[in-house]
């Protein structure tokens, strides 16, 4: 049992309401994780070799649709976290569905943003889409624990709700790092979250932490839906 407080709402019903319009976890991966890690022009950075050796680990990995990615891309040890039981069976299940992949599900377990139950310098690569916002409170504390998590050179790659996002304009500021989830955003209306305040303090907070970082900003708009991401690549 985790010392560190999370959502146990987060369950595949609650996240999954067909009266929201979705009726099945996402089947295919961040558009632009597969960019930043498949073409160096976006990312300054080498891409990494040898990826069957790799360790990568996703924080809060849902319905496996970005490890699914990384398997076929090459990384063969592939370790993800959830925070309910309910989410990690979920997970495991949608890791089954993709027929190629053949990845372990003991490597599918509980933890967060603050509780990742690997050593120290275990991983190559980290990846945290749409997560860092569920901690409420000191980024660069977190961060760091990410880093530690870090081998030698081992890279992040992080994506965050970004200050045009419909779920953060209906959202209320109530200090750095402390805002309220809007009427929108569903089951989590009412809770806080930690938003960043703008790109140059998601770029300035990275910065503070990592050796090498690589910010980008990706809006996706149609008539119902904005959807604003901040995303980085960072080194150790
Ligand atoms: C918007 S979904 C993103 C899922 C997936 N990363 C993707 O790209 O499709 C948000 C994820 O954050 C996870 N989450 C919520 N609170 C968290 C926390 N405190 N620590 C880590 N993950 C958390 C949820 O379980 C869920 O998997």
Same mark, same amino acid.
């Given at each position: 049992?985790?010392?560190?407080?999370?959502?146990?709402?987060?369950?595949?019903?609650?996240?999954?309401?067909?009266?929201?319009?979705?009726?099945?976890?996402?089947?295919?991966?961040?558009?632009?994780?597969?960019?930043?890690?498949?073409?160096?022009?976006?990312?300054?950075?080498?891409?990494?070799?040898?990826?069957?050796?790799?360790?990568?680990?996703?924080?809060?990995?849902?319905?496996?649709?970005?490890?699914?990615?990384?398997?076929?891309?090459?990384?063969?040890?592939?370790?993800?976290?959830?925070?309910?039981?309910?989410?990690?069976?979920?997970?495991?299940?949608?890791?089954?569905?993709?027929?190629?992949?053949?990845?372990?599900?003991?490597?599918?377990?509980?933890?967060?943003?603050?509780?990742?139950?690997?050593?120290? *310098?275990? +991983?190559?690569?980290?990846?945290?889409?749409?997560? !860092?916002?569920? #901690?409420?409170?000191?980024? %660069?504390?977190? @961060?760091?624990?990410?880093?530690?998590?870090?081998?030698?050179?081992?890279?992040?790659?992080?994506?965050?709700?970004?200050?045009?996002?419909?779920?953060?304009?209906?959202?209320?500021?109530?200090?750095?790092?402390?805002?309220?989830?809007?009427?929108?955003?569903?089951?989590?209306?009412?809770?806080?979250?930690?938003?960043?305040?703008?790109?140059?303090?998601?770029?300035?907070?990275?910065? *503070?932490? +990592?050796?090498?970082?690589?910010?980008?900003?990706? !809006?996706?708009? #149609?008539?119902?839906?904005? %959807?604003?991401? @901040?995303?980085?690549?960072?080194?150790?």
């Amino acid at each position: 049992m985790s010392k560190y407080k999370v959502d146990k709402e987060w369950n595949e019903n609650k996240a999954f309401d067909a009266n929201e319009g979705a009726t099945h976890p996402p089947r295919y991966p961040r558009e632009f994780l597969v960019k930043v890690l498949s073409n160096s022009s976006y990312s300054g950075l080498k891409p990494q070799t040898n990826l069957k050796e790799k360790r990568v680990l996703e924080i809060g990995a849902f319905g496996a649709n970005n490890l699914r990615f990384l398997y076929e891309k090459g990384y063969k040890h592939i370790y993800a976290i959830e925070i309910t039981e309910s989410l990690v069976k979920m997970c495991r299940k949608c890791s089954k569905d993709f027929k190629l992949s053949q990845i372990d599900e003991n490597n599918i377990v509980l933890g967060s943003n603050l509780d990742i139950p690997f050593e120290d *310098e275990f +991983f190559d690569l980290i990846i945290s889409i749409g997560t !860092i916002h569920y #901690s409420v409170g000191d980024d %660069i504390e977190e @961060l760091n624990l990410w880093k530690s998590k870090l081998r030698e050179n081992g890279r992040t790659y992080l994506e965050t709700t970004g200050p045009s996002h419909d779920f953060y304009l209906d959202s209320q500021r109530i200090s750095e790092n402390k805002w309220i989830w809007g009427e929108k955003s569903g089951f989590r209306k009412g809770k806080l979250c930690g938003f960043f305040d703008s790109e140059e303090h998601w770029g300035k907070t990275l910065r *503070e932490v +990592f050796n090498t970082v690589s910010t980008g900003r990706v !809006i996706e708009k #149609s008539e119902f839906l904005t %959807i604003d991401s @901040l995303t980085a690549i960072c080194e150790k």
